[in-house]
């Protein structure tokens, strides 16, 4: 069967990671979540106190920063110069930097570069905002979604509290609205739907209904000869 590259993008916290992880599982491939990246970059900064108006102190930064991944116990973990930084990534003061972080050209370079790289053997499934528009405008299945604020501010929420962040609704709506306005209004790299994705509105559907719909378009994808 072919091997091939599956773009997910879609506004924050609308399932994407959760589908692009069954979905890799499923299919025997690889998953990257790139907004771990973007994160990780952002927890560099904020710990070495970077001044992000500062374009030297950012290139000087960027060359401190080693990202990778591993799989521990079926769950895939993020690393920063070694270090496990997966649960610190996910924590609020880190998500209400992250996108100011992600409108740098120097970040999005580094990252872009590296996400590229992942991508040369295809057999891989990578969910963010921008790999079906610039890291993989040639992937063969592309995906956007989306799903209304509430639901997706609300599952976010539940996620978090279920990790004893002390947060309320309001907040995590107020971050995700504020994200997605800074991640579609960016000059580099906006959120967009490629011309080539297909929309998927999650609102009203279960995780084994979503799942189902994208692997039956996948199937189809991945019997189609190579010309
Ligand atoms: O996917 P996640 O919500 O963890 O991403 C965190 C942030 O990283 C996003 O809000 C966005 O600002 C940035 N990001 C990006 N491009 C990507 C992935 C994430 O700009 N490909």
């Known amino acids: 069967m072919n091997k091939i590259i599956i773009a997910i993008d879609g506004y924050s916290s609308c399932g994407k990671s959760t589908l692009a992880k069954e979905l890799a599982q499923t299919l025997s491939y690889a998953y990257i979540d790139t907004g771990a990246m973007y994160r990780a970059v952002t927890l560099y900064i904020i710990k070495h106190k970077i001044d992000i108006q500062d374009s030297s102190q950012i290139e000087d930064a960027l060359k401190q920063v080693q990202i990778h991944f591993k799989n521990i116990e079926g769950k895939n973990h993020t690393f920063l110069n070694h270090v496990n930084v997966e649960e610190e990534i996910r924590k609020m003061y880190v998500s209400n930097q992250v996108s100011n972080v992600a409108a740098i050209s120097a970040v999005r370079r580094f990252l872009v570069k590296q996400q590229q790289a992942m991508g040369l053997k295809k057999g891989i499934v990578m969910d963010g905002r921008d790999i079906g528009t610039v890291v993989f405008p040639q992937a063969e299945l592309k995906f956007f979604m989306t799903a209304s604020p509430e639901v997706r501010a609300k599952r976010r929420f539940d996620e978090l509290r279920s990790k004893n962040q002390n947060i309320t609704l309001e907040e995590v709506l107020h971050n995700l609205q504020e994200r997605d306005r800074i991640d579609t209004g960016r000059a580099d790299s ?27 378009l996948v199937q189809l994808k991945i019997q189609e000869p190579i010309i």
């Open 190 to 216: 906006p959120l967009m739907q490629a011309n080539d994705a297909i929309v998927i509105d999650n609102s009203n559907l279960s995780k084994q209904e979503q799942l189902q719909k994208v692997l039956d």
